[in-house]
């Protein structure tokens, strides 16, 4: 079974300029994440997807952070306008029914 | 969705039984108890997942007491691999994970 697919696994980026990051999560699973990890904390949930409607995003930024999961399969996670406190390694996940949650290896942000 | 509490750290021998506690004391009637195993540039890896009792499979096991207020991950013999950092949530059928910072574990030889 395939797992999470992320891109790209690292992003460089000025602060001010615009990232988007893709996921593609397990076939079947309803249910897709994106966490914000912070180098020495855990994961922060930003949005929780169910489907492609959106369950919870309390913690996504949204005058900056924007997510959609079209179809309810891939997600796209955006940024506009990053900040330098926008770094971090921003995980995807996905749930099977039992709730058990894969992650897909993340996306390494840096914004100088 | 209750908040847990974990040591931060712990250090332990190679070939030894580390138990990690976590302690959930306002664990809902319908909440599941998940741990989960983070290795350095690498995301979350789910362990072990139990409401009740003791779980155990070919990674670990999971004792949860009756009260359910507190769990315990066991990881047997333990190697130099073990070395992550493992998280204790609490969720419930939303889905939802919160998590927290983690027990640091450093597996020395």
């Known amino acids: 079974e395939a797992g999470v697919a992320q891109s790209p696994r690292y992003k460089i980026i000025e602060k001010r300029q615009s990232v988007a990051f893709w996921c593609n999560p397990i076939?079947?699973?309803?249910?897709l994440y994106w966490y914000q990890q912070i180098l020495g904390q855990g994961p922060k949930l930003l949005i929780q997807?169910?489907?492609?409607?959106?369950?919870?995003d309390s913690q996504l930024p949204k005058d900056r952070f924007s997510a959609e999961r079209l179809k309810g399969v891939d997600s796209t996670l955006k940024i506009q306008p990053a900040k330098l406190e926008d770094s971090a390694v921003y995980l995807c996940?996905?749930?099977?029914?039992?709730?058990?949650?894969?992650f897909g290896p993340g996306t390494r942000l840096t914004v100088t | 969705l209750a908040k847990t509490t974990q040591p931060i750290s712990m250090d332990s021998y190679e070939g030894q039984e580390v138990n990690i506690t976590c302690s959930h004391n306002?664990?809902?009637?319908?909440?599941?108890i998940t741990w989960y195993q983070q290795f350095p540039s690498q995301g979350p890896r789910f362990i072990i997942q139990?409401?009740?009792t003791k779980v155990t499979n070919e990674v670990a096991s999971l004792f949860i007491p009756a009260d359910r207020k507190s769990s315990t991950l066991s990881l047997p013999r333990v190697s130099l691999s073990d070395t992550a950092v493992y998280y204790c949530?609490?969720?419930?059928?939303?889905?939802?994970?919160?998590f927290g910072s983690g027990t640091r574990l450093l597996v020395r030889p």
């Open positions: 996940a996905s749930t099977n029914p039992s709730y058990e949650q894969y």
């Open positions: 076939s079947g699973h309803a249910t």
């Open positions: 997807f169910q489907n492609n409607g959106v369950v919870d």
């Open positions: 306002n664990i809902a009637t319908n909440d599941y």
């Open positions: 139990g409401y009740k």
């Open positions: 949530l609490v969720g419930d059928s939303s889905y939802k994970l919160i």
